[in-house]
């Protein structure tokens, strides 16, 4: 990886958060839909946490920002994925493929993008969430942690979705997948804790690698820092960061020996 | 050197669909070459893999001295690329999208950021660069997508079907740009579907029929290959068996259809004057001259078996 490259990395990156706040209908699904459901959530399902076995939270806000945060990251690794599958269709991706950079920089700059856009929705997460009640126990480094946990979650699921996208270079395919997050958002804890779900979907969540992550982030804001929790959820954020860069290099390497 | 070089390239799909049938070509440094062909033909594959962008399936080809397989990195620095339908991010502004081709080729920031005025300039969108992509005509697009080609210098410049869709203004210009950068010493391969655009531009022009080359030289010496130009000949009365029995001594006389005499002229303009002469001397009073050069599409018809039949030009675009 060279300077251009990490320049070129920067620049892809910027222009996703660029493009994303150009065109609203790519914002929605990060900030607007998650903001949403956390309002109804919060309004309406307020008072599950009078429920035995319930952990202990000084209000169900604070609970349901980590679900909120990792549902917005959720939709940005998908969004990402559809914008990179729209590249490959009008042909931008040959744009850069012609030039010359590492072939990869190209995947890891929509990844910095989505990253980026990650982080920014964690900053309104907690900022709605403070204005609106919730208390971070860990305080300013809790929120820290927090924020680094989704950027991390960006990369991740991003990489997820870029794989797809360049699998099939398919917009429709790769928003074909939206149904799905909310499907493996649901089967976790982001919700609601697994140990009062009905089985099978509490073992599902128990061991849901997104359990881990969203555990990971709503620790510091319910107690002080957890490092088992923290290393799941590290291992968690690896496991998936792993699977979705690596399929992401496996489905570049075939389009670039396909040509399609 | 040749600024391209091709030894039997080839480029098969998966499902065995040929695209590239074993292709030999030499482009000379600072030559225009035009790659003739209708869709479907092989010219998009062929450019494709002189990019870099796809893997031949057998032969090689060097672009700028280095190999497109081995040595892919090299060509990459070597050559701008402008591809077919101006693949352009309708949500950037002209000028973040020269200066993000400026980052690709690792320009430096304030290096970057000159050579993109620079070319904004040169190609008239100073007063569009800040306006998103999507807000811009057909034309406009090319220049922009034909300028961002250029930020890093490149050697070799490849255009694929630089003017398809345009109206036939916004294609002059362009023209006019691409003859510009010629001489100043860029080699240009472009892909056109267009036989004017072949015919003015081009310094040689390979003609491209389901993924062979079925010919190519310069314009001229394509056309003459078929024939030599023909003088249509109409006379105020109707003695055109007399006439003919004159220019005969011309040429190979033609069959013609409305009273008119027919003849192909080895010599071109310069056989003119001889014929109008002997048949003024012979008291037959020429009514009107054609000569009529034959063209590439006749040249297509004859190498391939079927006429040229180009897409339509996009009309009512505003600048």
Known sequence: MTATDLRVIAALGARSVKQTFRRPQLLAPIVVFPSILLAIQTAGAGRAVDLPGFPPVDNFLSFMLAGAMIQSTLLAGNSGGIALAVDIEMGFTDRLLAAPISRFAIVLGRLAGTAALAGLSAIWFIAVGLIFGASIQEGVPGALLMIFFVVLSGVAFGGIGASVALRTGSASVVQGLFPLVFVILFLSSAFFPDTLMLEPAASIAKYNPLSFIVEGIRDPVISSITWSVFGKAIGALALVGAIGIGLSALALRRRLRTGG | ?319
């Open chain 2, 1 to 319: 050197m040749p600024a391209i070089e091709a030894n039997e390239l080839e480029r098969t799909f998966e499902g065995g669909v040929q695209a590239v049938a074993g292709v030999d070509l030499e482009v000379a440094d600072r030559e225009i070459y035009a790659f003739l062909g209708p869709n479907g033909a092989g010219k998009t594959t062929m450019v494709r893999m002189l990019t870099t962008l796809l893997r031949p399936t057998g032969g090689s080809a060097r672009v700028a001295g280095y190999d497109v397989v081995t040595e892919a990195a090299s060509v990459r620095r070597a050559i701008g690329v402008a591809l077919q339908e101006a693949a352009l991010d309708p949500l950037m502004t002209g000028r973040e999208l020269i200066r993000l081709q400026a980052t690709l080729h690792g320009l430096a920031r304030q290096e970057g950021h000159e050579k993109s005025d620079a070319l904004l300039e040169r190609v008239d969108l100073v007063d569009a660069a800040d306006r998103q992509v999507g807000t811009y005509s057909g034309g406009m697009r090319r220049r922009l997508d034909l300028a961002s080609a250029l930020v890093h210098e490149p050697k070799v410049l490849f255009l694929d079907e630089p003017t398809t869709g345009l109206d036939p203004v916004s294609r002059r210009t362009i023209w006019e740009e691409v003859e510009q950068l010629n001489r100043e010493g860029t080699t240009v391969f472009l892909t056109t579907q267009y036989l004017e655009e072949a015919d003015q531009l081009a310094n040689r022009v390979g003609i491209i029929d389901d993924g062979k080359l079925v010919a190519e030289d310069t314009p001229a010496q394509l056309k003459a290959q078929i024939g030599h130009p023909r003088l249509e000949i109409r006379l105020v009365e109707d003695v055109a068996e007399r006439a003919r029995e004159i220019v005969v001594r011309f040429g190979r006389p033609l069959p013609s259809k409305d009273g008119a005499v027919l003849v192909e002229l080895e010599g071109g303009a310069t056989g003119v004057a001889p014929v109008v002469r002997a048949l003024d001397e012979a008291g037959l009073t020429v009514e009107s001259l054609d000569l009529v050069e034959p063209t590439l599409d006749d040249v297509f018809l004859e190498k391939t078996g079927h006429h040229l039949e180009p897409e339509e030009p996009e009309t009512g675009e505003v600048e």
